[in-house]
């Protein structure tokens, strides 16, 4: 039973390993070339520095990867696509009614959910697995410089890559289990998982934790946030976390024209006179970990219940 299913799942793991194949021979020798740049332009020695040399080194080096980091944006259909692809030949077998000769050849369609189900789950993990190691090694240089919480590091690093690709396959077998079409459920379980990802993404990820709010006397130095998650700022408030007039500010800055927002040049002794601080609000580097444990757990919450129902249905449902 096991070697049947694996049979009837094996065009979809070949496409899948050939596209990540594809991805490994486009990625690696940039990501090589990318960590030579790196190295040999000290580039984490300039993370941190105020020099107009190297924040000139800084933007030089991302503007030289820029093309192919945009990539990533794309990159994040793949979770989505892969579960529903893998979850597609069991909601095949249900479409065409193949199952059926299973159950009449002393096989339980409980041991023939399970085994289907066991080894959709090894090959995700797997494709998971591979997609996650390949992108987490190429983005290295880029984590230094931009932190694991820019959003094309946090949804490819960490456990989150596993919990997306079983959400979005869970989601396409609920779908299938009901409708028996393997477009519509295709369809649906990739609709289903953008939406859950803008939602989540957008809506629940920066409450996951309360932020961190610091007031700095001055601007932030250089690299001082990198790698946290900035929610807002830096801007200027004053005691009360208001923002000053822009007259107010002009005194520090010499000019009506600068911005209340961002790394702008203002005098010390200026701000303290008239009370202003720096204000910014962020989740700082240390909590990636636990961030990425709480969406992976909404994640695989949401695909447990969906499993279950899968189940349920064909147990009860399927005839």
Not at 5 to 26: G, K, S, V
Request: net charge neutral.
């Amino acid at each position: 039973m096991t070697w049947l299913a694996w049979r009837q799942q094996r065009t979809e793991a070949l496409l899948i390993a050939l596209a990540i194949a594809l991805l490994a021979l486009l990625l690696i020798p940039i990501g090589i070339h990318m960590a030579n740049v790196y190295d040999n332009d000290h580039i984490a020695a300039c993370i941190t520095s105020d020099s107009e040399s190297c924040n000139a080194l800084l933007m030089n080096f991302q503007d030289q990867f820029h093309g192919i980091t945009s990539l990533f944006n794309w990159l994040q259909l793949l979770p989505g696509i892969l579960g529903a692809l893998l979850a597609a030949p069991l909601v095949l077998e249900l479409e065409q009614g193949t199952y059926r000769l299973a159950w009449t050849q002393s096989i339980s369609r409980r041991r023939w959910l399970l085994t289907k189900l066991a080894v959709l789950a090894a090959g995700l993990l797997i494709a998971s697995a591979l997609l996650s190691v390949l992108l987490t090694w190429w983005r290295q240089p880029l984590d230094e410089l931009q932190g694991r919480f820019e959003e094309n590091s946090f949804s490819f690093e960490g456990v989150v890559p596993y919990a997306y690709i079983l959400f979005a396959a869970a989601l396409a077998l609920a779908a299938g289990v009901v409708l028996r079409r393997v477009a519509a459920s295709f369809a649906i379980a990739l609709i289903g998982f953008f939406t859950a990802r803008f939602f989540i993404t957008d809506r629940l990820r920066p409450h996951f934790m309360d932020p961190i709010v610091t007031r700095l006397k001055d601007s932030p130095a250089q690299g001082k946030f990198h790698d946290a998650w900035v929610l807002n700022g830096p801007s200027l408030v004053d005691k009360n976390g208001n923002r000053p007039s822009r007259e107010l500010v002009s005194q520090c800055i010499g000019t009506g024209q600068k911005p209340l927002s961002g790394p702008v040049p203002l005098a010390h002794d200026c701000l303290e006179k008239l009370g202003l601080y720096t204000r910014i609000e962020y989740h700082p580097a240390s909590r990636f970990w636990t961030f990425q444990w709480i969406e992976a757990g909404i994640y695989l919450g949401l695909a447990a219940a969906l499993a279950c129902f899968a189940v349920w249905w064909v147990l009860k449902r399927v005839n």
